[in-house]
């Protein structure tokens, strides 16, 4: 099993930043790809960033240029750093790893952009 904690959301002015972590723990010894996804109230859920073991990033067309994935493979961390926010990034942010065979979430941590 694996489990996933995020944690650093809050409430930010727009153009502000807030940095998300992602505690891994378990079995990830499988996982070949750490990503970020994000669900807003209404709409579907969609992978935001994704980082794959060769380190190796990618990112949705929204977001691109403002947030940054990345992982420290010691301490089992996924991070996002988010620059330059705004209201339509509110959402609940997930931590996700994918093996061959399933996708892993976390519960998610409540981002909201408001002024």
């Known amino acids: 099993q694996v489990q996933l904690t995020e944690s650093g959301g809050g409430l930010v002015q727009p153009g502000g930043s807030l940095r998300l972590s992602c505690a891994a723990s378990?079995?990830?010894?499988?996982?070949?790809?750490w990503g970020w996804g994000r669900q807003a109230p209404g709409r579907q859920r969609e992978l935001v960033a994704r980082i794959t073991s060769g380190g190796s990033t990618n990112y949705a067309d929204s977001v691109k240029g403002r947030f940054t994935i990345s992982r420290d493979k010691v301490k089992n961390m996924v991070y996002l750093q988010m620059n330059s926010l705004k209201p339509e990034d509110t959402a609940l942010y997930y931590c996700n790893g994918n093996s061959s065979w399933y996708a892993y979430w976390g519960q998610g941590t409540q981002v909201t952009v408001s002024s």
């Open positions: 378990g079995s990830i010894w499988p996982i070949y790809a």
